[in-house]
């Protein structure tokens, strides 16, 4: 499998990866799991698949009754838990959804390519969010290992910039911290040459800057 292939887990219903609670809904545990994973990919097609638990199970023939799928709902839990989400749809259902954008209040229309009017619901809910709503259409699975392959690629990529931002600006706080030390030092170094040197002007000297420093602290100044 290609997810295995990149060394990644993939957490997949029906193969029974996800731990259900017994304490609560099965499809509870799903949203959970979804909340939980690192990536989550999501493949649209024809097919609008089962009410979630809390929905009221539509009629086989009701093409154009709204409600929440299984799927719908682990989708938005991933994308509200702020999991990186990849959609994916078939080139044949998103050509439908552009007619259904164009004749969305018709609802004599039929459409060849998918089971229930929610798959266009999914697909506005998805494009409607202000961040995290990337799609890609494709038409082979090849599509999708490749598109997925250089995505996940990208993600590494700004993982490693941010590490490396990190890196620098602790190197930055280090270096703050050491000139902090010298300069102190070198403040200490300066009173006592004053001192010795002659002693009855440099205690008003220091005590001027000792003021002037107090001064910069209580406005705020750096340095």
Not at 51 to 65: G, I
Not at 96 to 117: L, M, P
Not at 133 to 153: C, G, H, P, S, Y
Request: negative net charge.
């Amino acid at each position: 499998m290609f997810i295995e292939s990149l060394e990644f887990d993939p957490v997949l219903f029906e193969k029974g990866d996800i731990s259900f609670d017994p304490t609560i809904a099965l499809d509870d545990s799903c949203y959970r799991e979804a909340e939980a994973a690192d990536i989550f990919v999501l493949i649209i097609g024809g097919r609008y698949r089962s009410a979630a638990s809390k929905e009221t199970t539509p009629d086989k023939d009701a093409f154009f009754e709204e409600y929440n799928s299984i799927t719908r709902q682990e989708f938005n839990a991933a994308h509200a838990a702020g999991v990186p989400t990849f959609t994916l749809v078939d080139s044949a259902v998103h050509a439908e959804y552009d007619t259904y954008k164009i004749n969305k209040e018709k609802e004599g229309i039929k459409y060849a390519h998918v089971d229930s009017v929610n798959v266009f619901k999914l697909l506005e809910d998805i494009y409607s969010k202000a961040r995290n709503n990337v799609v890609l259409k494709f038409e082979r699975a090849t599509d999708i290992t490749t598109w997925l392959r250089e995505q996940w690629a990208g993600l590494f990529k700004e993982l490693l910039k941010s590490k490396s931002r990190s890196a620098q600006l602790g190197d930055l706080n280090a270096r703050a911290g050491e000139l902090k030390s010298v300069n102190e030092t070198l403040r200490s170094y300066m009173e006592d040459l004053l001192g010795s040197a002659e002693p009855n002007k440099s205690t008003a000297i220091i005590e001027d800057q000792k003021k002037a420093r107090l001064f910069k602290t209580s406005r705020g100044d750096k340095g």
